[in-house]
């Protein structure tokens, strides 16, 4: 209490200011809480106007073609005809096209771009259609002969090279212009066994898919036989129907020769005398052309058909079992044969396709359209629907079997009155007749005239009887099976020779009999005469220790 008398103002509990403390430079007020943004009212855009130079796929530019030139550019020019829109440069061998074994062999209608070349400058000006051109690569790779290979033994990367050949003892690689000169002597069969034994489990290869043989593969296969002598080509999809085509095109376009094919892989020889600097050498594709417009494969009233019979056709169809389900990406190298067959017994056929583009099933319904041939009826639920035609043939003789009816039947038709009908009497006839399978009937024809059936011209035969039938021929088709050309020798031949079969017979067989002495064994050292006097080696001396003993 003393410390405190002695304060100024001994009041502790003074009065609030009149005004309120505001110091907004010390204490800053609260933030208000977090505010909902507020967004635009939403507009819509409008549409950007379309941009008249531009075409692209999604389009509808339609310009109908005829056959001839459709666009030139001095000596380069765009031309329609039989293989469709081909491409003529000055100096090329063959018309240039983006595929070569799947081009529709149907003249195209229109096309849905403007006419240009899809290659380097100086090639025709092309609209901008919103994808650039393939890159050029930036690497300089220097010029490659394989007559003189660059030596790259012992470096770090490098990649072996084949040279040519193979060749034959004293021969050596001639320079050649000509695919004669190229190829060279035809290949033996242990040289096509050696080039292909590497390549079986090897993945180095070029894959040929649902656009076929196209422009720029030709390249790419002389790229490969760069370093190897042997090309490895598999074919998957829509191309592997007609393998045959793709195996054409394949040997005409790039000179090589097919050594090899195992269902959709081929193998490519390049030659034996080739060279990759003296190569045919093609411009590289930049775009790929929009394919044109053909004519329609599904038609409302297929030819030999109206449209009423097509309708119930088409309705029959979609109660009909598939004959076969087509894989995507797979090998069709036997679906044609297929189709035949299936046409023997059936006039409709339909294919299961589901799971497969839309525009890969047709290109296989138009290839079987050509191959099989027949008609193609509809594309629906993803299934081909084919007819066999009105001019369609078996591929085996037609024969009618007969067959006998029972005796009152035949009094019964006999008893009938004269005055029937021309129709009754055919009606009766095929009663009496039936076809049989014609592949079945095709099939004893040849096991006849092979002499490994017997066609019995007694039909009411016993039981006794048939089984006395079947034992002779089972004999007489044993000794034609088993027999054949004797050789006669007279005199002191034949003794000869019945001695040398003894002998030779003694030596195949002596394995498998048993003899019971020595001198019917065969002794190759009885008759050689030997330089060397008995006594001379240790084992003669060893030998008579023995026998002595």
């Known amino acids: ?21 505001n110091d907004s430079t010390d204490h800053p007020p609260p933030s208000p809480p977090i505010p909902i943004p507020k967004y635009p009212p939403k507009t819509l855009k409008p549409p950007n106007p379309p941009f008249k ?16 030139v459709i666009a030139t550019d001095n000596d380069r020019a765009v031309v329609v005809g039989d293989s469709g829109v081909s491409y003529l440069l000055p100096g090329a061998p063959f018309e240039f096209q983006f595929s070569y074994s799947e081009t529709p062999k149907v003249k195209p209608l229109a096309i849905r771009e403007p006419a240009f070349l899809p290659f380097a400058p100086p090639a025709m000006p092309r609209p901008w259609t919103g994808k650039a ?3 050029k690569s930036k690497k300089k790779i220097p010029l490659f002969d394989s007559f003189n290979p660059p030596m790259l033994a012992g470096k770090k990367g490098a990649k072996v090279v084949e040279m040519p050949g193979p060749f034959r003892l004293g021969k050596a690689p001639v320079e050649g212009r000509s695919r004669e000169e190229v190829l060279g002597e035809p290949l033996s069969r242990a040289e096509i066994k050696l080039l292909i ?11 040929l898919g649902r656009d076929g043989l196209t422009h720029n593969m030709l390249e790419l296969i002389h790229t490969h036989w760069k370093r190897q002598r042997v090309c490895k080509v598999r074919c998957k999809g829509v191309p592997t ?11 005409e376009k790039t000179g090589g020769k097919i050594i090899h094919r195992v269902g959709g892989v081929v193998f490519l020889f390049r030659g034996r005398n080739y060279n990759y600097r003296t190569r045919p050498q093609y411009p590289i594709m930049l775009w790929k052309p929009a394919a044109p417009v053909y004519p329609k494969l599904i038609q409302e009233a297929p030819e030999g058909l109206t449209k009423d019979e097509a309708d119930e056709l088409r309705m029959k169809g979609k109660n009909l079992i598939p004959i076969c389900k087509i ?10 044969s297929d189709v035949r067959n299936a046409f023997e017994e059936s006039p409709l056929v339909k294919i299961n396709c589901e799971g497969i583009h839309a525009s890969d099933y047709k290109k296989l319904g138009a290839k079987l359209k050509e191959l099989v041939p027949c008609v193609l009826l509809s594309f629906d639920d993803e299934q081909i629907l084919m007819w066999r035609g009105e001019s369609w043939k078996s591929r085996y003789p037609k024969s009618h079997a ?9 009094e019964g038709t006999s008893s009938s009155s004269t005055s029937g009908s021309s129709n009754d009497i055919t009606q009766n006839q095929s009663n009496k007749t039936r076809v049989a399978s014609p592949k079945l009937m095709w099939l004893w024809k040849r096991a006849i005239e092979s002499s490994k059936a017997l066609l019995l011209e007694e039909i009411e035969l016993g039981p006794d009887a048939l089984l006395e039938k079947v034992e002779e ?3 007489i088709s044993q000794v034609i099976e088993h027999s054949y050309p004797a050789l006669i020798l007279s005199g002191q031949d034949a003794n000869s020779s019945s001695e040398i079969d003894d002998g030779q017979q003694s030596e195949f067989e002596g394995s498998d009999t048993d003899s019971d002495g020595d001198d019917e064994e065969y002794d190759p050292f009885e008759h050689a005469e030997t330089c060397i006097p008995f006594g001379s080696l240790p084992l003669d001396a060893i030998a008579e220790k023995l026998t002595s003993d």
Do not use: W
């Open 402 to 410: 007969p067959v006998k009816d029972d005796e009152s039947h035949n």
């Open 473 to 475: 021929f089972a004999a």
């Open 53 to 68: 130079s531009s075409f692209h796929r999604r389009t509808k530019y339609y310009k109908p073609v005829s056959d001839g």
């Open 327 to 336: 894989a995507k990406n797979g090998t069709y190298t036997g679906l044609v």
């Open 1 to 21: 209490m003393a410390i405190v008398a002695t304060l100024p103002s001994p009041n502790l509990f003074t009065p609030p200011p009149s005004k309120p403390f």
């Open 241 to 251: 129907v007609d393998m045959d085509n793709v195996c054409h095109h394949l040997e």
């Open 197 to 207: 034994k590497p390549h079986l489990s090897h993945n180095r290869q070029v894959n």
């Open 133 to 135: 051109p393939l890159k």
